[in-house]
């Protein structure tokens, strides 16, 4: 497979206010539901993009909500519509786009997560005996995904020697970027004493090891390249996008104790590496999917940033931070910024390669690389300035 090559740029990104919301919602008020949080994120992706809504003919929405109720709630009557994840919902409008069913496509994301009680963990969240046991393994007593992440890092660890401490450099470099991000959640920045210090809550995984929780909502405006060039003067590029599925053993602990996704990474990774004639070298921003630490040093392996094993290695010698040799998450990522399950992700790779990131941006970032490698699914995609 190749990878899906620029046809498309983003022309506009909004989110709400996940900040202000965090408190409200904390203090017991219920600020909104997912489609408002989703109507408050469009409203702002329009500002950005400086369009009007009957110049979007595509609508894509997350899979928190129902796709005719976003459809009603944001007025848009359009010619191509589908429901997808973050990172999907990229590679759909890419598609839509280079056939010609749609020319430019809003990704609208909602979700009231926090505020209506979601739960991650225990037999029966969202479904987790049945829908969701390829993640939570509940025969043999893991009913939450992090208790599957402290499993794998505990293999990982023995195999290649990665200690606690450097898992540890994660949380701390991504409260480096959070603690310089006004639309972040946590601002306080940590130390590896503090890291160290904190409780596990499944063992070897400890508190900053767990994104947070909380309501939000996330869209992305894009179009085709030639059009986004004519209506905005800081298109981002979507350079390439790659998947790789590994289904054989889905339903298994086996692959995720032994390969820890690699194959799936590995796949990708010639895609968007082999078939662009980038490199891994030329990423300036790596942005991953955190739902848990552990993906940070699994991606940084998969996709060539660093050998096999050397994951604890490169983080403590050449650094993620954002003096790092490869900043990654400088938002803070789901673990510091916010839970929007890979959508605000998006929003940190188009703003890092536009140069608005304030005192966190990485200076001179022209591509940055986002992956999400979840239950076997290895998707990426390359974001590239235009500037």
């Known amino acids: 497979m190749k990878a899906l090559r620029r046809v498309a740029s983003v022309i506009g990104v909004g989110h709400s206010d996940w900040v202000g919301d965090w408190t409200r919602v904390r203090n017991g008020e219920r600020p909104d539901d997912c489609y408002g949080y989703a109507a408050s994120a469009f409203r702002n992706a329009l500002k950005d993009a400086n369009i009007t809504r009957d110049q979007i003919d595509g609508l894509i929405v ?35 786009i280079e056939t010609g069913m749609a020319d430019v496509v809003a990704l609208v994301y909602g979700n009231d997560q926090r505020s209506v009680g979601t739960q991650y963990g225990g037999p029966q969240a969202m479904g987790g005996d049945q829908f969701l046991s390829y993640v939570y393994h509940s025969p043999w007593g893991m009913t939450s995904q992090g208790a599957l992440y402290a499993l794998m890092f505990q293999r990982y660890s023995e195999l290649y020697g990665i200690s606690e401490r450097d898992l540890g450099h ?7 970027g959070s603690a310089r991000n006004p639309n972040a959640i946590m601002r306080k920045e940590i130390s590896l004493e503090d890291y160290m210090a904190a409780p596990y809550i499944t063992e070897p995984l400890r508190l900053f090891d ?18 986004a060039r004519k209506l905005s003067p800081r298109p981002v590029s ?39 004639n980038l490199d891994p070298k030329d990423i300036d921003v790596l942005q991953v999917y ?33 003096a790092g040799a490869l900043p990654t998450n400088t938002s803070g990522g789901h ?53």
């Not at 909380?214 to 030639?226: F, K, R, S």
Request: glycine share 12%.
């Open 170 to 176: 994660v949380a701390v470099a991504q409260r480096q």
């Open 335 to 387: 673990l510091s910024e916010s839970y929007m399950q890979g959508w605000n992700h998006q929003i940190e790779c188009v703003r890092q390669a536009r140069g608005e990131c304030g005192d966190r941006q990485i200076e001179n970032c022209r591509l940055v690389h986002y992956t999400s490698d979840v239950a076997g699914k290895a998707v990426s995609i390359i974001y590239g300035s235009e500037g």
């Open 210 to 227: 767990y994104c947070l929780i909380n309501d939000g909502g996330v869209a992305l405006i894009i179009a085709e390249q030639g059009l």
């Open 62 to 96: 997350g899979p928190t909500t129902a796709y005719e109720r976003m459809g009603e709630v944001l007025h848009l009557n359009v010619r191509w519509g589908d429901q997808a994840d973050a990172v999907l919902s990229v590679a759909q409008a890419c598609m839509a």
């Open 290 to 322: 955190d739902s848990f630490s552990v993906h940070i040093p699994l991606a940084l392996e998969g996709y060539g940033y660093c050998n096999v094993g050397e994951a604890g290695k490169f983080m403590r010698e050449q650094g993620i931070g954002l």
């Open 238 to 276: 979507i350079e390439a996008v790659g998947r790789f599925d590994l289904n054989t053993g889905a339903t298994s602990l086996e692959p995720r104790l032994t390969d820890f996704y690699r194959p799936a990474q590995q796949a990708v990774a010639e895609q968007i590496f082999g078939d662009t």
